[in-house]
């Protein structure tokens, strides 16, 4: 199961878009954030290191990692506030595929969204991400 018309986790009260992206393998799509919109992922092909920040001014968690894998084997929604940095990388052999749900349709003449460099601290105050591989 994939969607429901009674996930309100998935759907919130606003429903923007449905967009997928596929990474090749050992690829890193990252650092973005958005001022408004909240992205919700779900890891649909491939194995995907989910990777979040939160760079937001005055919470509890600011300059704490989290990360989820998900994709083929684990399939498992993410729900990505507005202002947390967020990115990802394909960790498996082959490529992988994100579907994203944004609450936001994309406006491309004024797109919410900020990026910056995958292998630098995304801001002021912030911790650069280690994006290359450990074992465990």
């Known amino acids: 199961?994939?969607?429901?018309?009674?996930?309100?986790?998935?759907?919130?009260?606003?429903?923007?878009?449905?967009?997928?992206?596929t990474v090749f393998p050992g690829v890193v799509k990252a650092w973005h954030r958005h001022a408004?919109?909240?992205?919700?992922?779900?890891?649909?092909?491939?194995?995907?290191?989910?990777?979040?920040?939160?760079?937001?001014?005055?919470?509890?968690?600011?300059?704490?990692?989290?990360?989820?894998?998900?994709?083929?084997?684990?399939?498992?929604l993410v729900t990505i506030p507005a202002g947390v940095w967020h990115g990802f990388k394909n960790i498996g052999p082959s490529e992988s595929m994100v579907l994203n749900l944004p609450d936001v349709p994309y406006d491309g003449a004024s797109p919410d969204e900020e990026r910056v460099d995958p292998h630098g601290p995304p801001g002021p105050g912030l911790p650069a991400y280690d994006w290359d591989r450990r074992d465990g």
């Open 36 to 76: 408004r919109q909240r992205d919700r992922m779900v890891g649909l092909l491939g194995q995907t290191l989910l990777v979040m920040l939160d760079g937001r001014e005055g919470s509890p968690t600011r300059g704490e990692f989290v990360e989820v894998a998900f994709g083929t084997r684990r399939h498992c």
């Open 1 to 21: 199961m994939l969607l429901r018309a009674d996930q309100a986790a998935l759907f919130g009260d606003h429903f923007g878009q449905a967009y997928v992206t």
